[in-house]
């Protein structure tokens, strides 16, 4: 097969932005640590409590744009797309972010293990501290510091063995032209896919809800995925936008392209909306103490504000702002839309995590903020030093062009 012929520089980041990478990294690590110095600042007794919870939802915001990378990879295999082989690239560095949030976990990890007083899980403590009976002492079998780190560590090693074989295989079709190598992906890809939902919910039982560890609910992983899927179409869309403001990638994300996810972030506008209140009338409706607690925290004090306010920000006012065809096709309608998503993602991991420590504070919010922005920044440096030195496009693809001459039918 023949490799499509294109400028070069079209589709490969500068060496200088590998630099700016390292130096947005450091920036980040500075505003965690200016972040915890923030929340011991303010309540001393829980600053502690009040940090590892901010870093859990920041961890989570951050990893959650991987999650949606490594299913829009796979699922665009199982389906064999090709209007999406010219982004696809991007997905897959993207989903590379994983194997170094990995290592951003390790402090949660090391105090599970170490700490049996966690100012995180409430049942890292000895089993001692718990009634004989309760909910929580029934379920220390399962939520102890060896099983639990166990569990992430293994589902954190899946995911990186996944995005690693779909990266390295299509950075060798690169290289070969082989398009074996795209039938192997497309191959693995419907076991990868159903461990891929399996390992998605353990993490959002352990990770989230087992916060709250007499509390569950078994919507919780889809709830974290739909999530995860409408925050990485949100920054799909704005590092698009912003590599074709540097030049990049014009020839290959057409507006047709943008069009289709903008189409993909309103369906899961939708979806997001369908499961957390698929969650909450059941709760609503059964009434039982044990269950409603959870609940109960976040419709009361200050956290009812961004509870109700929710439903605005993540639903009603992007579902009305993205319902439009012209909306989704307009280059400024789209990546405001998309900019809308990234912070309506960041307060809905709020809302998952942060009530869990107490009543809101001046220095809660400004740490956390601080903890998000440093979070974040990292996040990205992560995204540009995986995407320095290699084509941002799959080249010898055999779907791409297909993919570059696709358009969306005329309604």
Known sequence: MTTHKVDSDSIKLPESWQGKAVMLALVGLGLICISGLVFFMGDRPIALRTLMHSYLTNFMYCISFGIGAMFFVLISFLTRASWNASMRRWAEIISMTIPWMALMFAPILLMVLLDHGSPLYEWNRPKSDFETGSIIAQKLVYLNGYFFTTRAVLCLLLWTAIVSYYFKMSRKEDETGNTDLTLARQKWSGPFVMLFALSVSMAAFDWIMSIDADWFSTIFGVYLFSASMFGFFGFMIVSFMMLQRHGKLKEYVSIEHFHDLGKFQFGFTMFWSYIAFSQL???????????????????????????????????????????????????????????????????????????????????????????????????????????????????????????????????
């Open 281 to 411: 009338i059941l709760y609503w409706y059964g009434n039982i103490p044990e269950e409603t607690n959870w609940f109960r925290d976040r419709l009361n004090g200050d956290w009812k504000y961004l509870t109700y306010g929710s439903i605005l920000l993540h639903f009603a006012i992007p579902f009305l702002g993205m319902m439009s065809r012209h909306v989704r096709r307009h280059r400024f309608g789209i990546t405001f839309w998309a900019c809308w998503a990234l912070v309506a993602h960041w307060l809905d991991m709020t809302f998952l995590v942060m009530p869990n420590v107490g009543p809101v504070t001046i220095s809660m919010i400004f740490g956390h903020v601080l903890c998000g922005l440093g979070m974040f920044s990292i996040f990205v440096s992560m995204v540009l030093m995986r995407a320095s030195g290699v084509p941002l496009v799959a080249l010898r693809d055999p779907r791409l062009p297909e993919g570059m001459s696709y358009a969306n039918p005329l309604l």
